[in-house]
């Protein structure tokens, strides 16, 4: 079978061992060497971003320059690439106030990030709870937009603030253009947005940008090319993942990537963004904002999920995600299948058992380089 991007894929179905074997059969980069660490980038926003660089840092290099785990594939550059459309909330006040673009996202990952998470992560993450126009604030919003006034440039901000966190990587903007998240309904409407997009019963059919063009920043452009391991989600499908994808030339930039390039599936659908849809109508879905195959692996929790978990997100509108391992295959993409969900009340992605799996896969291929 060939797969996404025309690489060659194994019969379906492969054993856990098998999948990792056979990821050595992509094609070396042109002119590539080893290195000392896979170089990998994380593509996504909100909680699920977030998530995963938590289990990602534990591999990456520490502030002091020295690696943070004996894994045997560490990561040498870890870079986030960020969703920046929230309009709701902390993020939305300060993006219509200060002329700036949403910082939530962004402060996330940065804590996410940071060297270790004690008191100046709790600081960042902190929101008001009073104060008249505080209230409903967070700190670490407030501090990138001190930054942003100082500075008068929203990246070097988002740099200067990595740094009093410590931060084990880099992380970009989609863009810095301050665009509008605009939707078309199944109902033909057209709701412009985030915050109105995710409150819309109404069933999302296309996502796009106002301005419709926006320039993605050189370094994210750079870190796809050069990168071993691509990861997009887990996160809403249309404010977290699509978003990004819909920023000029980003697409186009996976599309080339030598990477490898894994599409991570939430475990639950989404009222609003996704409700009843499958892992394979997600990608589909994605695919359509694309216009092209960007993915080579799909990574699907198959863990069964307690009832009552299940019953508790029912009543929210979710449901689990059906993993349908072989529609996703029919259309080139290999599918990683296990267990991935952390134990608790809230449903999430093991972070670390998933930054161990990715990093298994991409560490095979670059072997094989």
């Keep these: 079978m060939s797969g996404a991007g025309g690489r060659t894929t194994p019969p379906a179905h492969p054993t856990h061992s098998e999948m990792l074997l056979s990821a050595t059969a992509n094609a070396p980069r042109p002119g590539s060497s080893r290195r000392a660490g896979l170089r990998v980038v994380a593509i996504g926003g909100g909680t699920g971003l977030s998530t995963l660089l938590r289990g990602l840092k534990r591999y990456a290099p520490s502030a002091a320059g020295t690696a943070a785990s004996e894994n045997p594939h560490p990561i040498s550059d870890l870079t986030a690439v960020v969703t920046v459309t929230d309009d709701g909330g902390s993020s939305g006040r ?14 996330n990952c940065m804590v996410a990030l940071s060297e270790d998470e004690g008191l100046m992560s709790q600081l960042f993450r902190h929101r008001f709870q009073s104060g008249g126009e505080l209230e409903g604030h967070n700190f670490g919003n407030l501090f990138v937009a001190a930054l942003t006034e100082m500075t008068g440039d929203f990246g ?7 740094e009093v966190l410590a931060m084990r990587g880099f992380i970009y903007p989609a863009t810095y253009t301050n ?28 996502l796009s940008l106002d301005p419709p063009v926006v320039e993605p ?13 691509i990861t997009l989600g887990p996160g809403s499908l249309y404010t977290s993942l699509i978003t990004n994808l819909l920023v000029e030339g980003i697409p186009e930039a996976l599309a080339a990537a030598r990477g490898t390039r894994v599409y991570i599936a939430n475990l639950m659908t989404q009222a609003n963004e996704s409700l009843h849809l499958t892992a394979s109508q997600h990608i589909e879905r994605i695919y359509k904002h694309t216009g092209q195959p960007v993915f080579d692996y ?31 295959e029919s259309i080139g993409i290999r599918c990683i299948a296990g267990d991935f969900a952390a134990e608790g009340d809230v449903l999430r992605h093991d972070s670390a058992r998933v930054a161990q799996t990715l990093l298994e896969l991409a560490g095979a291929t670059i072997s094989d380089e």
Aim: aromatic share 2%; net charge negative; no cysteine.
């Design 217 to 229: 920043l050189p370094e994210t452009l750079a870190a796809i090319a050069d990168a071993d391991l």
């Design 156 to 162: 070097h901000a988002i740099r200067l603030a990595g």
């Design 94 to 107: 300060l993006r219509k106030n200060f002329n700036m673009l949403p910082p939530g996202d962004l402060r």
């Design 179 to 206: 665009a509008t998240l605009v939707a078309r309904m199944a109902s033909g409407a057209v709701v412009r947005g985030e915050t109105n997009i995710t409150a819309s019963k109404d069933q999302i059919v296309e």
């Design 298 to 328: 799909a990574l699907l929790n198959t863990a069964p999920v307690p009832q009552s978990i299940r019953e508790r997100y029912a009543a929210e509108g979710a449901e689990v995600i059906r993993p349908d391992a072989d529609r996703i």
